[in-house]
T-cell receptor, first 117, second 109 residues
């Protein structure tokens, strides 16, 4: 199956700093990637849809200036949490839809756990 | 607005038992439905994808069915094993992707 890689898997940072999380599709091209946030014992919440070469589409209530998304190539999207605060601590997961098959099947990364002190 | 509900929220069974996880959705105008598995602290692993035109998909011991008219999908796991213990999520793609809250499955040896 298709592989999506996230890096880093865990990151601890001080309040006020910025953290960048990478999402790569390793063996396929993805025009669209999605970023989710998951709180403990809850399901995933879609944060934004990332399209290659264009601005991301953010869900209602998600601050675009706080969660910067860049999708510079067909295999890489990045999420930068700017001026992180403890309430930003969460599990962030990305997913990608394979361009070639267009089945709508989504492949997910392993997730990145962010802890803001 | 699409709403996805999974029942039960948690399930504990002895090894070897066959079991069914349920997923219901309110808007039947869907493109596809996908079942995922999530292990603690990990990302999602895709198990089965059912397109809106299909009624079921099978992979090994897993069988997923889809009844669009009633807004339901089931995930059947045959001969459950301790390694099947995880949270199972269903996700429906209509105007957007909507996840259920998941069913936490524990298979006891």
């Amino acid at each position: 199956g298709a592989v999506v890689s996230q890096h880093p898997s865990r990151v601890i940072c001080k309040s006020g700093t910025s953290v960048k999380i990478e999402c790569r599709s390793l063996d396929f091209q993805a025009t669209t990637m999605f970023w989710y946030r998951q709180f403990p014992k809850q399901s995933l919440m879609l944060m934004a849809t990332s399209n290659e070469g264009s601005k991301a589409t953010y869900e209602q209530g998600v601050e675009k200036d706080k969660f910067l998304i860049n999708h510079a190539s067909l295999t890489l999207s990045t999420l930068t949490v700017t001026s992180a605060h403890p309430e930003d601590s969460s599990f962030y997961i990305c997913s990608a839809s394979r361009l070639a098959t267009n089945t709508g099947e989504l492949f997910f990364g392993e997730g990145s756990r962010l802890t803001v002190l | 607005k699409q709403e996805v509900t999974q029942i039960p929220a948690a399930l504990s069974v002895p090894e070897g038992e066959n079991l069914v996880l349920n997923c219901s959705f309110t808007d039947s105008a869907i493109y596809n439905l996908q079942w995922f598995r999530q292990d603690p602290g990990k990302g999602l692993t895709s198990l089965l994808l059912i397109q809106s035109s299909q009624r079921e998909q099978t992979s090994g011991r897993l069988n997923a069915s889809l009844d669009k008219s009633s807004g339901r999908s089931t995930l059947y796991i045959a001969a459950s094993q301790p390694g099947d213990s995880a949270t199972y999520l269903c996700a429906v793609t209509s105007a957007r992707l909507t996840f259920g809250e998941g069913t936490q499955l524990t298979v006891n040896p």
